[in-house]
């Protein structure tokens, strides 16, 4: 019960904390495709660690239906997530988003199509995902990172950067376009995209 109450304080604190249009909490209830979808993947979760996957596919796509986010049952997803218009977001599978992480439509955290078991990206707190961003495979993206509308992410991401571009490249470390900082960290991400694919 305790942990229903904390889901929507945190999810109506995510929205009124990062969605200037929002106008009231019965605003968000009644319109906030984001927060049914999160509401509707903790059931769908609940289903799926109970091994009751099948019904839990089937929950899932009900609401994908109603919402046009598409969140697998088996993604880990904290509370305080933010999820802002959705539609076109699509969650895979062994995906996990910690809390305050934002989300926008068209976002995907994928798979590349070439790895087994933890196959979609971790999201860690407070990290931004711009409108139609693709982040694909089992990599990370650091705490406060930020990436680009439109980037494509192949390797993972430090903390408290911005990357973007295809493939997203650095282009701001702790807000600053600090050159040398920069190629530093572009040849880290270069070394172990690398060394992750040999
Ligand atoms: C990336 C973003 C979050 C800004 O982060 P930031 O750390 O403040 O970065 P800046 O705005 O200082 O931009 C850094 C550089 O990246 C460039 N850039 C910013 N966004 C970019 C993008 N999506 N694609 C390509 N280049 C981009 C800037 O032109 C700038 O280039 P420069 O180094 O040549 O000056 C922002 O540009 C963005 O993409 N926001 C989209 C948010 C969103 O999804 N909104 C949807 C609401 S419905």
Known sequence: ???QKDFWKLAIAAIQ?????SRGVLEILLTSPGLKALQAHRVSHFLWQHHLKLLARMHAQLWRFFTQIEI???AEIAYGVFIDHGAGLVIGETAVIEKGVKLYHGVTLGGTGHEKGKRHPTIHENALISTHAQVLGPIEVGANAKVGAGAVVISSVPPDVTVVGVPARVVRVHGKKDITE??????RREASYHSAHL
């Open 1 to 3: 019960m305790t942990r």
């Open 17 to 21: 904390e990062n969605d200037p249009a």
């Open 72 to 74: 697998h049952p088996g």
């Open 182 to 187: 920069i190629m530093t960290l572009e040849e």
